[in-house]
């Protein structure tokens, strides 16, 4: 039997508590140490978990945990990450992979440098719904993929630590916290490089660009239409909807939909797929230990992170300018 996997988390906040249970489910795994600058959260998560308490990046490393999970805010991403690495550990890193171009670079020539693996952490691709759509688009059941429409919608999300999901120049506002996973997912869809982007915003009560309409066009000429949002009511929780249009049929599907997904082929019935038995971050988890244990590949490696922050940084671009990105060869640093 393989050794345990002992796993050391930077940062104690809702995406950190969301890993720890994950973790749980893999009796190889062990949360050993938590740190957190803020005070109480650390000791929080490391008492339910049976875990100690350390100081940064740095205690993680001295504790001899064999992976470092970074949830911190994407400022502080490339730091810890290449820290980790350096150190010869594996690492799984939140979304977005980091806050600027130059800084993704530097993380992907770190994971290219060590001998450890570096997952980054777009969940919407282990995600029941979304997993099956692209295996359906991937068997070719709706032929070639030309169009996929990906809406997620809520309000403000208010559970960062000092609110600093509502500082884009920390988090990068909605384009850069939420809008990545769909430009990483209609990426991994398609199977084409992005190559122009479009975005019109508006402000709101929630503060600028906070609501968000994105097209993007794919090398082999198949667009993707992304739409979000942190202006809508918070009475009306988290909704997201997406449609994937190939030449030959569709899949689609919602969150209000709780029975699940539906694909519709060109001939034929409906067919109904269910999706309430994992919503993605077991699976994600999952895939890293095995890989890890199996001596990789990354289930989502830096350099493809890197495709969806640049095309998440050109979007903010667009929307500032008003005009389309060229992102062939638009650099933001």
């Given amino acids: 039997m393989s050794r345990t996997l002992t796993v050391g988390l930077l940062g104690a906040g809702l995406i950190a508590g969301v890993h720890a249970r994950a973790y ?8 050993v140490a938590v740190a957190d600058p803020a005070a109480g959260k650390a000791d929080r998560l490391a008492r339910e978990h049976g875990a100690e308490v350390v100081d940064g990046v740095t205690g993680l490393l001295d504790a001899g945990v064999d992976v470092v999970d970074v949830c911190t805010p994407p400022t502080a991403h490339a730091e810890a990450t290449i820290t980790a690495l350096d150190a010869g550990r594996h690492v799984i890193c939140e979304k977005p992979l980091t806050r ?21 952490g777009h969940a919407a691709r282990f995600e029941p719904d979304h997993r099956t759509a692209r295996d359906v688009a991937v068997s070719g059941r709706i032929g ?18 000092a609110g600093w999901l509502a500082d884009p120049t920390v988090s990068g506002g909605p384009l ?9 997912y209609a990426r ?3 199977g084409s490089p992005a190559v122009r982007v479009t975005c019109m915003a508006a402000d709101s009560g929630a503060g600028p ?35 994937v249009v190939g030449t030959a049929g569709r899949v689609a599907w919602s969150y209000d939909h709780l029975m699940g997904g539906v694909l519709h082929p060109r001939d034929g019935d409906a067919e109904w797929f269910d999706v309430l038995a994992d919503r993605g971050f077991t699976s994600e988890l999952a895939a890293f230990f095995a890989a890890v244990r199996q001596g990789g590949p990354s289930p989502v490696p830096a ?6 922050l640049h ?21 933001r640093t």
């Fill in 303 to 308: 350099a493809e992170a890197l495709e969806a």
């Fill in 176 to 184: 850069l916290d939420q809008a990545v996973h769909a430009f990483d």
């Fill in 311 to 331: 095309t998440a940084l050109g979007a903010l671009e667009s929307a500032r300018t008003g005009r389309s990105v060229d992102l062939t060869s638009w650099e």
């Fill in 24 to 31: 749980r489910v893999d009796p190889g795994v062990r949360l």
């Fill in 188 to 190: 991994w869809l398609v």
């Fill in 100 to 120: 600027t171009m130059e800084e993704g670079r530097r993380v992907v020539r770190a994971a290219e440098r060590a001998p450890g693996l570096l997952m980054v």
């Fill in 209 to 243: 660009r906070t609501y968000t309409l994105t097209t993007v066009r794919y090398r082999n000429g198949a667009l993707a239409h992304v739409e979000c949002s942190w202006a809508h009511p918070a009475g009306r929780g988290f909704k997201l909807g997406c449609e």
């Fill in 144 to 161: 070639e993929v030309r169009m996929v429409t990906h809406s997620t919608a809520s309000a403000l999300p208010g559970w960062s630590e």
